[in-house]
């Protein structure tokens, strides 16, 4: 055995932990074991040892035949999502959220942690303060899967993240953003936030739930509006005046 052998689990990773730290793996990957075995100079039991420990620790994840990688393994759900999003419209998303989030405002109602309703206070204050329309759009989601997330049911915070990444698809970005201008109704949106918030930190499932359907079926509204407009509908005083809105390049005028 030579100097620099070391074979010694909680060596290798700590070796690793430093080649992972540095960054300076090419795509992420991952030298072969063999490899690692000999640039560290560590028996490969302990390597293929030290490797488990970080798999488990979410820091590398390895697919079979194509090496190990560096960071969080993609979520499966990733190519079912993006068929998902090719199939799906705005309302049936709409038509989801709007039968599983009362509900998960229920539960939350019943098991949200003070620091978690906490929590919902703050991105309330963020979406508040915030004055353009998309860094609005990104706390509300925050805030909506906070309330998910209180609703302590992993399967049901799974379902709902595969409809936020859904609805978060760039396709829908402009009638979003048509919406939320047809509806003006921000001072409305605000209110109901602090409406659930409230019920929730009342421990009351049945005035949670409906204050979620409320600002939900106010949203949904504001969708069938601007997609109705989007349609067609559109007289040409109105769609001068989304031309001159729409001004900030950020919207695809399809009429
Ligand atoms: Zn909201």
């Known amino acids: 055995m030579s100097e620099t052998f070391h074979d010694n689990s909680a060596y290798a990773l700590e070796r690793l932990r430093t080649l992972i730290g540095s960054g300076d793996l090419a795509d992420g990957k991952l030298p072969t074991e063999r490899a690692l075995t000999e640039t560290l100079g560590v028996g490969r039991r ?38 998902l999003v090719d199939g799906t419209d705005i309302m049936e998303i709409m038509e989801v959220r709007l039968r599983i989030e009362p509900q998960l405002a229920q539960l939350a109602a019943m098991r949200a942690k003070p620091a978690e309703i906490e929590r919902m206070r703050m991105l309330v204050e963020k979406i508040e303060d915030r004055t ?25 915070l799974s379902i709902f993240d595969v409809v936020n990444r859904i609805r978060q698809d760039a396709a829908w970005q402009a009638i979003r953003e048509r919406a939320r201008r047809a509806g003006s109704s ?18 009351d499932p049945g005035r949670a739930g409906e204050a979620m ?9 504001r969708l069938i509006r601007a997609t109705s407009l989007d349609a067609s509908g559109m007289t040409e005083t109105q769609s001068t005046a989304l031309e001159i ?10 009429s």
């Open 46 to 83: 302990s390597v293929r040892r030290a490797l488990e420990v970080l798999e488990s620790e979410g820091l590398i994840w390895r697919r079979q035949g194509a090496g190990t990688f560096v960071g969080e393994k993609p979520d499966e759900w990733g190519s079912h999502v993006d068929a």
């Open 186 to 203: 921000v001072e409305a949106s605000h209110q109901q936030h602090h409406l659930i918030i409230d019920a929730i930190e009342a421990r």
């Open 245 to 254: 809105v729409e001004d900030d390049d950020r919207l695809i005028t399809s």
């Open 213 to 221: 359907r409320q600002h939900l079926l106010m949203h949904q509204e």
């Open 132 to 156: 353009d329309a998309d860094a609005k759009e990104l706390w509300d989601g925050e805030l909506h899967r906070q309330i998910a997330k209180s609703a302590g049911n992993q399967l049901f």
